[in-house]
């Protein structure tokens, strides 16, 4: 039997603890399908002291992560500390350097740093493994990097953070407020004291710009994303979607287009019996549409500390099966040399259309000048409902315009004249409409 290999884990926390405690439980199991003992030989966190439900006492304490990544004690460094910069950038890049292959969970490293940390792995002929990036328990960067040789992407979409599909599948259910359903899903630990990163859609742009790379072979542009979240989503909202037989979701989309790549971010409107429209709670799902294989879903847990620890145990047991002078495979699908610039599409036509709701004065000639402001765009409407509001709110209306398909530059411009005229008591609300998917 090959010699044991030996991880070093960075970071001890759900995560990182529910690493170390799987490999400890299933390590005959391991060993049977890798050929080799995997053991977890070096430890950094930073309190050494805290009972993390796993008996750490036989791997080597570092409290500097920069000095485990280059450590002769280890052959693969797991990096899950987070961040972009700090020490889990310095740590990733030092093991790289040092020639050991390299675990992560961590999707903002990539984003901002993945070409260039590519570029060390295939330099040094070693792994840069990170399943665990994107969509949790998923095999869906395997699948992409491995699983689809001979097949031309066309567009990947999905729902890609666990914490917005929670808020919005508890809004339709529940009926209650985005906010009542943010503060619990706090509680229940689905959000982070300080949500933004999730639900401003950052977390899902940061996975995007990853499947972006990997589908298509242009470098990561995780800046070069159209980003809108949900926190502008009210039951006025939820309630229309599903009047109109829609539900929403928070998606991320990436498609080719002639004149480039189209990255995107934003609530969206699909179709109740569509298949992502049943993806609900903290479940993730990525739909791939190839030349060959035609459309492919990949649903599962996308977010905790067992559906990531699992993606990370994958990696690592991907690494034990390889041998010494084995070539590894390019970190994103192509070598990152050959990875091309990042193209952004021009704006086109979106075969969907517009969901806009406005909350506007009840009074004479507010219907007629959003007419208007729709028809000087160049905006053909599909339907225009108005809405009585009862109670304090009885001198307003609310009303819903469903367009053809238009231009987002056409639905922005219309919806600030209509702003601009004085017409709105709140802020107007904007979705993408998808008639499939």
Same mark, same amino acid.
Request: glycine share 10%; charged share 25%.
């Given at each position: 039997?090959?010699?044991? %290999?030996?991880?070093?884990?960075?970071?001890?926390?759900?995560?990182?603890?529910?690493?170390?405690?799987?490999?400890?439980?299933?390590?005959?199991?391991?060993?049977?399908?890798?050929?080799?003992?995997?053991?977890?030989?070096?430890?950094?966190?930073? /309190?050494?002291?805290?009972?993390?439900?796993? /008996? *750490?006492?036989?791997?080597?304490?570092?409290?500097?992560?920069?000095?485990?990544?280059?450590?002769? #004690?280890?052959?693969?460094?797991?990096?899950?500390?987070?961040?972009?910069?700090?020490?889990?950038?310095?740590?990733?890049?030092?093991?790289?350097?040092?020639?050991?292959?390299?675990?992560?969970?961590?999707?903002?490293?990539?984003?901002?740093?993945?070409?260039?940390?590519?570029?060390?792995?295939?330099?040094?002929? $070693?792994?840069?493994?990170?399943?665990?990036?994107?969509?949790?328990?998923?095999? $869906?960067?395997?699948?992409?990097? #491995?699983?689809?040789?001979?097949?031309?992407?066309?567009?990947? &979409?999905?729902?890609?953070?666990?914490?917005?599909?929670?808020? *919005?599948?508890?809004?339709?259910?529940? @009926?209650?407020? &985005?906010?009542?359903?943010?503060?619990?899903?706090?509680? *229940?630990?689905?959000?982070?004291?300080?949500?933004? &990163?999730?639900?401003?859609?950052?977390?899902?742009?940061?996975?995007?710009?990853?499947?972006?790379?990997?589908?298509?072979?242009?470098?990561?542009?995780?800046?070069?994303?159209?980003?809108?979240?949900?926190?502008?989503?009210?039951?006025? /909202?939820?309630?229309?979607? @599903?009047?109109?037989?829609?539900?929403?979701? %928070?998606?991320? +989309?990436?498609?080719?287009? #002639?004149?480039?790549?189209?990255?995107? +971010?934003?609530?969206?409107?699909?179709? =109740?019996?569509?298949?992502?429209?049943?993806?609900?709670?903290?479940?993730?799902? $990525?739909?791939?549409?190839?030349?060959?294989?035609?459309? *492919?879903? %990949?649903?599962?847990?996308?977010?905790?500390?067992?559906?990531?620890?699992?993606?990370?145990?994958?990696?690592?047991?991907?690494?034990?099966?390889?041998?010494? @002078?084995?070539?590894?495979?390019?970190?994103?699908?192509?070598?990152?040399?050959?990875?091309?610039?990042?193209?952004?599409?021009?704006?086109?036509?979106?075969? @969907?259309?517009?969901?806009?709701?406005?909350?506007?004065?009840?009074?004479?000639?507010? &219907?007629?000048?959003?007419?208007?402001?729709?028809?000087?765009?160049?905006?053909?409407?599909?339907?225009?409902?108005?809405?009585?509001?009862?109670? #304090?709110?009885?001198?307003?209306?609310? +009303?819903?315009?469903? =367009?053809?398909?238009?231009?987002?530059?056409? +639905?922005?411009?219309?919806?600030?004249?209509?702003?601009?005229?004085?017409?709105?008591?709140?802020?107007?609300?904007?979705?993408?409409?998808?008639?499939?998917?």
């Amino acid at each position: 039997m090959a010699e044991a %290999l030996r991880v070093g884990i960075a970071g001890l926390g759900t995560v990182g603890a529910s690493v170390a405690r799987v490999l400890r439980d299933k390590a005959a199991e391991l060993t049977r399908q890798c050929g080799r003992d995997i053991v977890v030989s070096a430890v950094s966190a930073r /309190d050494p002291k805290r009972d993390r439900g796993v /008996d *750490l006492n036989a791997a080597k304490w570092f409290d500097d992560p920069v000095k485990m990544a280059q450590a002769a #004690e280890i052959d693969v460094f797991v990096e899950l500390i987070g961040g972009d910069e700090g020490p889990a950038f310095a740590a990733v890049k030092t093991a790289l350097e040092a020639g050991r292959h390299v675990v992560t969970a961590n999707k903002a490293l990539l984003a901002k740093h993945g070409v260039a940390l590519a570029e060390i792995a295939e330099k040094k002929g $070693v792994l840069l493994n990170y399943e665990a990036a994107v969509a949790g328990g998923i095999p $869906v960067i395997k699948t992409m990097r #491995e699983a689809m040789a001979g097949n031309s992407v066309t567009r990947v &979409f999905g729902i890609l953070n666990g914490t917005c599909n929670y808020i *919005l599948t508890r809004m339709e259910a529940e @009926g209650i407020s &985005f906010d009542a359903c943010l503060k619990d899903a706090q509680r *229940l630990g689905y959000a982070e004291a300080d949500p933004t &990163f999730d639900i401003e859609g950052h977390d899902t742009a940061h996975k995007l710009s990853i499947l972006t790379s990997l589908a298509f072979g242009t470098k990561i542009a995780a800046n070069d994303i159209y980003m809108e979240g949900i926190s502008n989503i009210t039951q006025a /909202d939820i309630r229309a979607a @599903g009047d109109l037989g829609y539900r929403i979701k %928070l998606l991320g +989309v990436a498609q080719r287009t #002639e004149s480039g790549i189209e990255q995107r +971010v934003h609530p969206t409107m699909v179709p =109740t019996a569509s298949v992502i429209a049943q993806v609900h709670g903290v479940i993730n799902a $990525v739909a791939i549409e190839t030349d060959i294989l035609g459309e *492919l879903l %990949l649903s599962g847990p996308g977010a905790g500390g067992n559906a990531t620890a699992s993606a990370v145990i994958g990696d690592i047991a991907d690494i034990a099966k390889s041998r010494p @002078g084995f070539q590894h495979g390019p970190v994103f699908g192509r070598p990152a040399r050959e990875l091309k610039p990042y193209k952004k599409a021009q704006m086109r036509s979106h075969a @969907g259309g517009y969901f806009i709701r406005l909350t506007v004065h009840d009074r004479i000639g507010v &219907f007629a000048a959003i007419a208007k402001r729709m028809a000087d765009n160049d905006i053909s409407l599909e339907s225009i409902v108005q809405h009585a509001i009862s109670g #304090e709110a009885a001198a307003q209306k609310t +009303v819903i315009l469903v =367009t053809h398909e238009t231009t987002e530059a056409a +639905v922005r411009k219309a919806v600030d004249g209509i702003t601009k005229d004085g017409h709105l008591t709140d802020k107007p609300q904007v979705i993408r409409i998808e008639r499939a998917g």
